[in-house]
């Protein structure tokens, strides 16, 4: 079990990075994480923050160097580019500063905190950006695939650092369908390549296997497709792949939904990849997770990991969360807050006549008060009560792992749902989802209304200003609801199921 806890102000001090996304962070000689560059408000970023591992400072280097251009002391701004670190430099490649595409490359020393920019040899890498690199060992650095503006790449090139020469690998075989947005990790004697969006646009799901990287071993280079059985990640680009003890860690990352139209979804998951038993499953994590994101960074700080950044579709995170085993001093802050029970009576499914009425009267008040018309209201708009809602009890049994069975059992499946839906972003309701949050929606606002005698309307709107107050409340069918109607919907569903 592991711990997600948002670091709080205790556990650094000096001067953070600023939100970001496309940004990398890379582990510098065993006691500086360097984060570099970015997007942030449509802005490119080109500045340095480091955070030291040992005395848990943040602070901005003033680094020198010289480049090609007078006066450049380092590398441009971009993001979207490859960072990996050998000994104490971090190398860097490509990446994107606005619609173009970048091919230079550059070593910062940090021992100096001097930047150079390379003149490389040999089977140069054409500009490109969203490709993937990792080391081999601590001399060469492996690159694959990415976009150059045009097409989708699925070439390999192999850096010896020391006489900076770039070669293409020579592979036979099947190879990987051209991609960019994956993740490459070197595992031992493998590169494992995940993921990506690819040609034509489709988001990938496949996990390949890169053998032929290690001299020693002279085997011949070439590409495995492995299909390893558990509970594989969904297909997705822009996450992260972390490697840690004896298992890869994947983050967060970006999909698509829908069918006959196609919708985003933004993924805050934690899936492991276990290198003993050769299979995928979900890594157990208590604690609120961070918000669903990609193009974030996940690093490796000794038996924890730190997210940072990141982008959902709508907005740059700047937000900084640890991710621990269960007995790390860090998981004491994390105390379990009671579950909101929802108060109910054995016998409130049977009402008196004059109950009925009132009830009616009150609903027929709140459609008048929201516009909706009566001819509307009877032509199929209807209240379901939680146990009669299907959909609902689906989802509610998917979340805690087992059947719905009893209205006692109820309280706490009616609670996991709603916890559920309070945690998500709107990028990360599933379509099915959308159907049991609009009903559940329209429950929540007719109870609080008929709750408080109807008097308590002017309050509950007075948390929504506008005329577009509870503008969902008519809709019969969550097919009837556009794609950008569902952040809105998820904030008044928050704000209500908060009461």
Known sequence: ????????????????????????????????????????????????????????????????????????????????????????????????????????????DT????????????????????????????????????????????????????????????VTGTLPPPRCGHTATMVEKRLLVYGGRGG????????????GLIEEENETPGWTQLKLPGQAPSPRCGHTTTSGGHYLLL??????????????????????????????????????????????SMTCVGSRYLLFGGFDGKSTYGDLWWLVPEGDPIAKRFTASPLEVIPQNKDDSVHSHKESQ???????????????SASLSNSGLQIVDELEDREFLELASGLIGEKVSNNGQLKEEIQAVRDHWRKSAPGSVKLKELGPLL????????????????????????????????????????????MDDIPKLLEEYKQLSSD
């Not at 650095?141 to 045009?150: F, L, N, P, Q, R």
């Not at 009616?360 to 709140?366: T, V």
């Open 358 to 372: 009132s009830e009616g009267s009150a609903i027929l008040e709140l459609q008048k008060r929201l516009e909706i």
């Open 439 to 482: 009903r559940d929606y329209q429950r929540l606002i007719t109870r609080h209304y008929l709750a408080n005698g109807g008097a308590d309307l002017i309050s509950t709107e007075s948390r929504f200003p506008g005329k577009d107050s509870h503008r969902f409340y008519h809709i019969k069918s969550a097919s009837k609801l556009r």
């Open 200 to 211: 034509g646009g489709p988001i990938m799901g496949d996990l390949w296997a890169l053998k």
């Open 1 to 108: 079990m592991h711990c997600w806890i948002q670091a709080s102000p205790s556990d650094f001090s000096g001067t953070l990075p600023q939100p970001r996304s496309g940004h990398t962070a890379v582990i510098v000689g065993k006691s500086k994480l360097v984060v570099f560059g970015g997007l942030a408000d449509k802005k490119f970023l080109s500045d340095i923050t480091v955070y030291d591992l040992e005395n848990k400072i943040w602070f901005k280097p003033e680094c020198s160097g010289s480049g090609s251009d007078d006066g450049q002391v380092g590398p441009s701004a971009r993001a979207f580019h490859v960072a990996v670190s050998i000994d104490c430099n971090m190398f860097i490649f490509g990446g994107r500063f606005s619609n173009k595409r970048l091919g230079d490359f550059w070593v910062l």
């Open 251 to 296: 983050f967060g990352g970006h999909g698509t939904g829908g069918w006959l139209s196609r919708y985003d979804i933004y993924y805050n998951d934690c899936i492991v990849l276990d290198r003993v038993s050769a299979q995928w499953r979900r890594l157990p994590t208590s604690g609120d997770p961070p918000p669903a994101r990609a193009y974030h």
């Open 111 to 170: 021992e100096i905190w001097q930047w150079s920019e390379l003149t490389s040899l040999g089977d140069l890498p054409s500009p490109r950006d969203f490709a993937a690199a990792s080391s081999i060992g601590d001399r060469k650095i492996v690159m694959h695939g990415g976009w150059d503006g045009k097409k989708w790449l699925s070439d390999t090139y192999v850096l010896d650092t020391m006489s900076l020469e770039w070669t293409e690998l020579a």
